[in-house]
């Protein structure tokens, strides 16, 4: 649990860099939204399938080495 956040810190580092880059983002810029807004409204709501699903991951990997650690003993 220590290391593993890393990878996921990465995958929605790359996916909101790449979000950041697109061109409703660069409109929502151009009309003068505030930052917060365009977290809040555009990058986030693209950013939750990613989430979960790395979430999900992670909580069945968590299961996966809970039990392996429990058939060792």
């Given at each position: 649990a220590l290391v593993n956040w890393v990878q996921t810190a990465r995958v929605i580092y790359t996916e909101t860099s790449s979000l950041a880059e697109r061109e409703f983002i660069d409109a929502e810029?151009?009309?003068?939204a505030s930052a917060p807004?365009?977290?809040f409204r555009h990058i986030l709501p693209h950013l939750l399938p990613?989430?979960?699903v790395w979430g999900t991951l992670?909580?069945?990997t968590t299961v996966l080495l809970e039990a392996t650690?429990?058939?060792?003993?």
């Open positions: 810029r151009t009309i003068g807004r365009i977290l990613t989430i979960i992670g909580i069945s650690l429990s058939y060792l003993g």
